[in-house]
C-alpha cells in the first residue's frame, strides 16, 4: 500500500536547523507533487512548502522562505524539507503528504497519502 513515512524531527534551539525527510514505499514518489505542513500546539495544519511533479517547481509560505527548502531525491525516492533559522513558532507536528496532481495545488484536500507526522521542537 503507498506509505510515507517522515523521520529527522528533534529538539533544537532557537536559529538552529532540522532536516526532514519523506521516505516513500509502495508507489514512485516522483510520480507526485510531495507538500510539507505543520500543525502547531493549539493551531490549524498549515501548508509550508511543495515540491511539484511537473517540473520540480518549489514553493514556500511566505512565513518560512528564505529559510527552508524542499528537495527530492529520486533515486532514495525520498524528499527532504531542510529548516534553517528555526523559531520557537516553528514548534509542532510536520506531516508530509502526496497529491497525484503533476502540480502543486495549494489546497490540503487535494493530498491523498498522509504521513505519520514527525515532532519539531525550538525551544531555548
Known amino acids: 500500500q503507498l506509505q510515507l513515512v517522515e523521520s529527522g524531527g528533534g529538539l533544537v534551539q532557537p536559529g538552529g536547523s532540522l532536516r526532514l525527510s519523506c521516505a516513500a514505499s509502495?508507489?514512485?514518489?516522483?510520480?507526485?507533487?510531495i507538500g510539507w505542513f505543520r500543525q502547531a500546539p493549539g493551531k490549524e495544519r498549515e501548508g509550508i512548502s511543495c515540491?511539484?511533479?511537473?517540473?520540480?517547481?518549489?514553493y514556500y509560505a511566505n512565513s518560512v522562505k528564505g529559510r527552508f527548502t524542499i528537495s527530492r531525491d529520486n533515486a532514495k525516492n525520498t524528499v527532504y524539507l531542510q529548516m534553517n533559522s528555526l523559531e520557537i513558532k516553528g514548534t509542532g507536528v510536520y506531516y508530509c503528504?502526496?497529491?497525484?496532481?503533476?502540480?502543486?495545488?495549494?489546497?490540503?484536500?487535494?493530498?491523498?497519502?498522509w504521513g505519520q507526522g514527525a515532532q519539531g521542537t525550538v525551544s531555548s
Open positions: 509502495g508507489f514512485t514518489l516522483e510520480d507526485y507533487s
Open positions: 503528504a502526496a497529491d497525484a496532481r503533476s502540480y502543486c495545488s495549494g489546497y490540503e484536500t487535494t493530498f491523498g497519502t
Open positions: 515540491i511539484s511533479s511537473s517540473d520540480g517547481s518549489t
